[in-house]
C-alpha cells in the first residue's frame, strides 16, 4: 500500500477498503466472494474480449491476435484465456513493444475495466438479482456488506491505469473505433462498440 499511497493516493484510498476486507478473512471467504463475483451468477466476467465484444464474432478475432500477443512474449496463459484480465496484465509487463502496451491499456483494457465497473451500479445489480431469482429459482449472488470489494480492486486498476497512460493519444480518442498499425495488424474488421470510450489528457 505504500507504493500506491506515494505515487497513486487517489488509488490507495479505493484500495483500502479490499485490504481491509482481506486481512480480516480467511482464504476460503476471499475465493467464494471471488467466485460469485466473476463466475457463479456473474456481476461481470474477467475476459476482455467477451467485456468489449460479448458474443459477436470480432471476439474470436480479437482472441486469436492476443493468443498471439502472449507467444510473443512468452506469457504461460496456464488455464485461463489469453484476454483474461490477469494474464492481460501479466502480458502488459513482459512486452517490450511500446506501442503495443500503450494500445493495448488505451484503445482496450481501460474502456473494458469502464464497462465491468458499469455492472456493479446497484440499480443494474438488483435487476440482475430478479432475472436470476426469478430464471434460477435459487439466488446464489449475495450483498456483502457496504458493496463488493471486487469493484475497490477494479477502480484502484482503473485508476492506476489512467495516470500512467494519461499522456498516450490517438488519432480518435473520444471513441474507440479501429485498433491500431501495432495490435491487431491483421485483423481489419475489429473494432470496439460504439459505447466503448477513451477518456485521456490532452
Do not use: W
Not at 505515487?7 to 486481512?23: C, H, L, S, T
Not at 468489449?52 to 488455464?79: L, P, S, T, W
Not at 492481460?88 to 512486452?95: C, P, S, W
Not at 449475495?142 to 497512460?165: C, H, M, P, R, S
Request: with cysteine; proline share 2%.
Amino acid at each position: 500500500m505504500s507504493f500506491l499511497q506515494t505515487k497513486y493516493p487517489d488509488a490507495a484510498n479505493e484500495m483500502q477498503r479490499f485490504v481491509d476486507y482481506i486481512n480480516g478473512k480467511s482464504v476460503e471467504s476471499i475465493e467464494e466472494v471471488f467466485g460469485k463475483t466473476f463466475h457463479i451468477q456473474a456481476i461481470c466476467y474477467l475476459d476482455i474480449g467477451y467485456v468489449i465484444f460479448g458474443e459477436d464474432y470480432k471476439r474470436g478475432e480479437f482472441m486469436v491476435h492476443m493468443k498471439e500477443e502472449q507467444r510473443k512474449a512468452n506469457n504461460d496463459c496456464g488455464e485461463e484465456l489469453p484476454d483474461n484480465l490477469a494474464n492481460v496484465l501479466m502480458l502488459m509487463t513482459k512486452t517490450d513493444d511500446k506501442e503495443f502496451l500503450d494500445e493495448l491499456a488505451v484503445k482496450v483494457l481501460i474502456p473494458a475495466l469502464n464497462n465491468m465497473l458499469k455492472e456493479f451500479d446497484l440499480a443494474r445489480m438488483e435487476l440482475k438479482r430478479k432475472i436470476l431469482k426469478k430464471k434460477h429459482r435459487v439466488l446464489i449472488q449475495q450483498d456483502i456488506e457496504y458493496g463488493n470489494i471486487y469493484f475497490n480492486a477494479l477502480k484502484t486498476l482503473l485508476l492506476v491505469l489512467e495516470k500512467d497512460f494519461e499522456e498516450v493519444q490517438f488519432e480518435a480518442p473520444e471513441v474507440v473505433t479501429t485498433f491500431g498499425t501495432s495490435f491487431l495488424a491483421n485483423c481489419g474488421t475489429c473494432s470496439t462498440p460504439e459505447h466503448s470510450e477513451v477518456k485521456v489528457s490532452n
